[in-house]
């Protein structure tokens, strides 16, 4: 018997936008090359009827995908050391390294996260994505849920579009937090750097709960429970309220933040350093429906900086 992986979900569309980018942005673990070979097949239906790639979305509507389960092709599997946290019939969970891509996209066809899954579990091959349901920055580091099946696959990835997982990150910025406080304001692509995104009333609504764990001298520790998954969200609402992710040059982080405090930063030597790890993920298992929720531990240049703040009394502020 034939493997299919089923999709039926709503688009909501804000402005007119080709129907295969819509679904790209929607089914993160899938390439828009692949989506476009599902609408060329007539996999992909809107509103009940078959599409063309072209078409352009002017309003939200439904759509239902059917594919049949096929290997990966140009994947190349790697020998890469990662860090496995548990792992069941159904799925693994994977507590992935600053400084590693998730999967591969073009620059990115070897070294990855992707090339190491494949190489330790071969069978993932015939799993979309190799099981691959959602992302991490290169430099953040952190939990990841990756399916083995595809029943699992279907039932996790469903429950991450609907928001029913529960994603909590753990953050050095530069600035203070005093007490808990929300962020909700909508993300979309920059109009001039593509590589970045910005608070933009065209953008997509986002949702970002802050606690505050600990308060130094032009820094505090938090951490932030993401409501919505927008590309790069903590980064982005972070940067907004002037308190970027320490180490994240892209999103306004400056070093001479720290001119007091320079001993301290400049003791850490880690070239990918972007200090934001996604410390615990919860999910109802896909087999017996029981909620599930793991922990994993900060890669060694964030405790290290963390320890030098705490040791630093003269630093700390409360």
């Known amino acids: 018997m034939n493997d299919y992986q089923q999709y039926n979900f709503r688009l909501e569309v804000d402005e007119p936008e080709r129907i295969d980018k819509l679904i790209s942005n929607y089914l993160l673990e899938y390439s828009r090359s692949t989506i476009q070979k599902w609408i060329l097949n007539n996999e992909v239906l809107v509103n009940g009827h078959p599409c063309s790639q072209k078409d352009k979305i002017k309003s939200s509507c439904n759509v239902s995908i059917k594919v049949k389960a096929e290997t990966e092709i140009d994947l190349i599997p790697e020998k890469i050391d990662i860090d496995i946290i548990d792992e069941t019939e159904d799925y693994i969970l994977v507590n992935k390294e600053s400084g590693m891509v998730t999967h591969i996209a073009p620059g990115n066809y070897t070294g990855t996260l992707q090339n190491a899954l494949y190489y330790k ?101 938090i951490q932030v429970q993401i409501i919505t998954g927008r590309t790069h969200q903590i980064r982005v609402h972070m940067a907004h309220i002037n308190k970027p992710v320490i180490g994240d040059k892209l999103y306004g982080f400056k070093k001479s933040n720290f001119n007091r405090v320079s001993n301290i930063y400049n003791s850490i030597d880690n070239e990918f350093s972007q200090y934001l790890h996604s410390y615990s993920l919860s999910f109802h298992d896909p087999k017996n429906n029981k909620e599930k929720k793991y922990i994993a531990p900060y890669p060694k240049s964030y405790s290290l900086l963390l320890n030098e703040f705490n040791k630093n009394n003269n630093d700390k502020k409360i």
């Open 121 to 221: 579990y071969p069978e993932l091959a015939k799993v979309p994505r190799t099981g691959i349901i959602h992302r991490l920055d290169k430099n953040t580091s952190g939990l990841l849920v990756i399916t083995r099946n595809i029943p699992s696959h279907y039932n996790l990835a469903n429950q991450l579009q609907k928001n029913k997982f529960k994603k909590i990150y753990h953050t050095l910025i530069s600035g203070n937090i005093q007490k808990p406080f929300s962020i909700e304001e909508p993300i979309g692509r920059h109009p001039i750097n593509r590589k970045k995104m910005v608070v933009t009333d065209r953008g997509k609504h986002a949702l970002s709960r802050i606690r505050p764990l600990d308060n130094y001298q032009n820094a505090s520790h």
